[in-house]
């Protein structure tokens, strides 16, 4: 007997059945575990244009996103279509996105009057990306808000757990460091920028007195940090106040800043001269200048 498919369209032949009817065909009524061998047949190009047909019009179906009002009907030009589209729409079918309910991809009804389905998978593809970005940029703004959250803590809590380490990871994120390689003050060694300075910035989180490092380049940092953060926030602040803090208790070790200063950064007149003992006769005068010039 000949009966008709009423999604495909196709007509096929069935001895049990004693009368016409529009009956899905075989294939389409068979379980979805079994497309991906008709996938890996099609890839293999061992599928003629009917069975072609069959499996994008399955496809679609297993969708749950396309009404079938009238049978897709097989012409020439669908049949460049279906083999263009058959990677991408298995990918969509088995990609699980037409069932979560969080993603609202648009309908598609057949019908005798729309048979055009070339552009429903890139319908689908613009659809699905849209979500995607929208996606990706709610959990961006949810984790900068919780990273907020963990950066301004670590400022405001001294004995917190890799305190360090959350403010230079957020550093990085919101400001960019330059790469280029200079000398350590210390060691001597080669060493980037960015690393020196991240170094300055884990010695004055620890409230080290830095009296090694020079002044300048704290300030060096400290300048960066204030043309290039975006300065939306407290924590942007907060880390601009470790580096000052940083500078001040290295100036007030001594009262001054004293380990590398310019000449008009002293505070104090005039430092005296030191004393030497070739310029007095005897052992005398040079022990009793020592003692006048400790009480001028």
């Not at 890839?43 to 679609?60: G, M, R, S, V």
Request: aromatic share 10%; net charge negative; proline share 4%.
């Amino acid at each position: 007997m000949k009966l008709n498919c009423p999604i495909s369209g196709l007509e096929y032949r069935c001895s049990y059945m004693q009368a016409s009817a529009a009956i899905p065909h075989p294939f389409i009524a068979s379980a979805i575990k079994k497309l991906p061998a008709q996938l890996s047949l099609f890839q293999q190009q061992q599928l003629d244009t009917a069975e072609c047909h069959l499996l994008y019009c399955t496809l679609l179906l297993n969708t749950e996103h396309v009404v079938f009002h009238s049978p897709l009907w097989l012409t020439p030009e669908l049949a460049q279509v279906e083999a263009a589209q058959m990677k991408a729409l298995a990918q969509l079918a088995f990609s699980g996105c037409f069932q979560k309910s969080s993603i609202e991809l648009p309908g598609f009804c057949i019908s005798e009057e729309v048979q055009d389905v070339s552009n429903l998978i890139a319908i689908w593809e613009e659809e699905l990306e849209s979500y995607r970005i929208s996606a990706l940029l709610a959990r961006q703004e949810h984790e900068a808000r919780a990273m907020l959250t963990r950066v301004q803590r670590a400022f405001s809590t001294p004995y917190m757990k890799q305190r360090k380490l959350v403010i230079t990871s957020w550093m990085q994120k919101v400001v960019s460091l330059p790469s280029f390689h200079t000398v350590h003050p210390i060691s001597g060694a080669s060493i980037s920028c960015a690393a020196y300075w991240i170094e300055l910035l884990h010695k004055a989180i620890d409230g080290d007195m830095m009296l090694q490092y020079p002044e300048k380049d704290l300030y060096e940092f400290k300048t960066h940090l204030e043309e290039n953060l975006p300065m939306n926030y407290a924590q942007e602040f907060s880390l601009l106040e470790e580096i000052q803090m940083a500078i001040t208790r290295k100036q007030n070790y001594f009262g001054y800043s004293f380990v590398d200063s310019n000449d008009t950064s002293y505070s104090i007149a005039e430092i005296k001269p030191a004393l030497k003992r070739s310029d007095f006769s005897s052992i005398s005068e040079y022990l009793n200048a020592i003692k006048m010039n400790r009480k001028a």
